[in-house]
């Protein structure tokens, strides 16, 4: 599970969002942006879609990033040859294998899918440019099928098979399954791409590298096609909980709530509310008997520790389920703590409770309840 790399795919699979449109400054600043959180890859949309495509995958080859540059085509040698031109580090060739995709979508046969990919992946690895074969809709598609397909493509050389779960319908079992019986094959590198119409990106990318997969497409905040990929910042709450030491030194953590917002402004939406780890409530702990214990120690109710992504944790106590040990943190805070008696505490508690049985209180109401009580005091 441990050293896995990421495919950034925010510039090629998250261009598919319904929202994106990235003009050509926009897609500087997020490479820039991934390149500084350090992602391995950054995948960008096929120089065949336009003619702005091309020109945008060029300019962004020249940054001289320190993250390889992809780009991703159709598995055919007119797409071949206009992604080398551009200068990427490497290609992302993709085919449809599923029955449903060699049916209504490009026609192929097998064997034809079979020469066409041999064929292309010559021509890459003749220009010294690292290439990938994936076959689209792989959960769909005839294990069999997609097995020779594989092991062809090795022989030839690839440097990476993709495995995708096009549709969002595969399971964390699933998953290991089938990345474990490629590994078994002798596949040892690949990569794997989980849409999440189900829910299961995340899952699904962690089972992956249980399995032994050894990279993961992901997209600030998820965007895609539909509802999109496996996230980045859940990817890396995940990881950092099964990894620690080894995400920890080789991501920028804290930059990924700078990243998501340039993300999420470039295309028009929020940061989720319950967004992991940058959510707004992320770290906000309520109930009294909660609050008491995150005081004590924060790992009673946090398994991230919110500074290794430079955020903060927040106790809330303007509810009338808090407790007078979040209150009294709360009166320190304010720099009144030695104004107090526990049992002063006690009662300004049960006067935040009260109003709180009320309506819906914010900061600035407790502080006041707090203020006049210790105003009382005075008199
Ligand atoms: C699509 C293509 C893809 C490709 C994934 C890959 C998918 O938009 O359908 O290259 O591995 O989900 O299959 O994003
Ligand atoms: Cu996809």
Redesign the pocket.
């Known amino acids: 599970v441990g050293r896995f790399k990421i495919i950034e795919s925010t510039l090629r699979?998250g261009e598919?969002f319904a929202n994106a449109f990235f003009d050509l400054e926009t897609k500087i600043k997020i490479a820039k942006a991934l390149d500084n959180f350090g992602v391995d890859y950054i995948e960008l949309t096929s120089p065949v879609a336009s003619q702005g495509s091309y020109d945008d995958c060029k300019a962004i080859c020249q940054l001289g990033l320190k993250a390889k540059i992809l780009t991703?085509v159709r598995c055919n040698m007119e797409d071949a040859r206009k992604a080398v031109e551009c200068g990427v580090n490497g290609v992302?060739l993709?085919i449809g294998t599923s029955s449903f995709l060699r049916e209504y979508s490009h026609g192929k046969s097998m064997d034809m899918i079979k020469s066409t990919a041999l064929e292309v992946i010559a021509y890459i690895k003749s220009k010294g440019i690292e290439v990938r074969f994936?076959s689209?809709?792989s959960f769909r598609s005839n294990l069999v099928d997609i097995l020779h397909l594989y092991q062809a493509c090795d022989k030839a050389g690839v440097d990476r098979v993709?495995v995708?779960d096009?549709v969002g319908g595969a399971t964390p079992r699933m998953v290991y399954d089938l990345i474990r019986t490629l590994r078994g094959c002798l596949i040892l590198t690949l990569e794997t791409?989980f849409?999440d119409d189900t829910g299961c990106a995340v899952a699904n990318a962690h089972s992956a590298l249980e399995a032994g997969a050894t990279h993961v497409?992901t997209s600030v905040l998820g965007i895609g096609?539909r509802n999109g990929i496996t996230p980045l910042g859940a990817l890396m709450a995940r990881m950092v909980v099964t990894a620690p030491d080894y995400v920890k030194s080789k991501y920028n953590l804290k930059a990924l709530k700078s990243l998501e917002t340039l993300v999420a402004d470039a295309v028009q939406v929020n940061i989720p509310f319950n967004n992991p780890v940058t959510g707004f409530c992320a770290f906000t702990h309520k109930a009294g008997i909660h609050a008491k214990a995150i005081l004590a120690n924060p790992s009673t109710y946090e398994i991230i520790d919110p500074h290794d992504f430079g955020m903060t944790r927040y106790v809330s106590i303007n509810s009338r389920i808090t407790g007078w040990n979040a209150v009294k943190a709360r009166i320190e805070q304010l720099g009144l703590g030695s104004e107090f008696s526990d049992d002063q505490i006690k009662e300004v508690t049960a006067k935040i409770k009260q109003m709180a049985d009320i309506r819906p209180l914010a900061i600035d109401d407790t502080d006041s309840i707090i203020r006049s009580y210790h105003l009382d005091l005075q008199v």
């Open positions: 699979e598919q991703h992302d993709v994936s689209e809709d993709g995708a096009t791409h849409h497409d096609e």
